[in-house]
């Protein structure tokens, strides 16, 4: 790799760094090929990204981010999952992890705040943006519909009551 491909290299992991929601770090020595592939995958459905780069050029990258203080985890063989939701990344590498023992999870960041590896698994039992929204549009939905049932309700009743009457005039 040449000096321009490194700057660019250094360029780029500074915007991931500059934009992301939550990044965590991970040493992934011994995964096979096709389970990295899996990994990004699933990391890809969940709207995040995987990124596997040199320590030294990662270093680099973060002077001056906000989530500088994971420049600590960056020792041997590791690899960096993103998500600007966040929660995404950092539920993927823990449901990952769990399935596989060689993943193993050193910690990451959450905007400026450092987090270890309960912090990580903290904000990975956090619900994610998706299910956030969808709690709130429900709780905004319950007037709503509580409020069509009231109106509606009398309706019914006279409905019931006149169905009644017709039935004992019939009898």
Known sequence: MDRAQKEKLVEELGQIFESSGVVVVSHY?????????????????????????????AKIALEGQPCASIAEYLEGMTVLA?????????????DYAKDNEKLVILGGAMGEDALDVA?????????SREELIASIAGCIGAPAS??????????????????????????
Do not use: H
């Open 29 to 57: 020595e011994g995964i096979t090929v096709a389970e990295m592939q899996d990994l990004r995958a699933r990391m890809r459905e969940a709207g995040g990204s995987v990124r596997v780069a040199k320590n030294r050029l």
């Open 119 to 127: 912090g990580v698994k903290a904000v990975a039992a956090m619900p």
């Open 146 to 171: 509580n409020i069509a049932g009231a109106i509606g309700a009398p309706a019914s009743n006279v409905a019931s009551i006149l169905s009644t009457i017709e039935d004992k005039a019939a009898a």
């Open 82 to 94: 993103y998500s600007e939701d966040p929660v995404a990344a950092a539920k993927v590498v823990n």
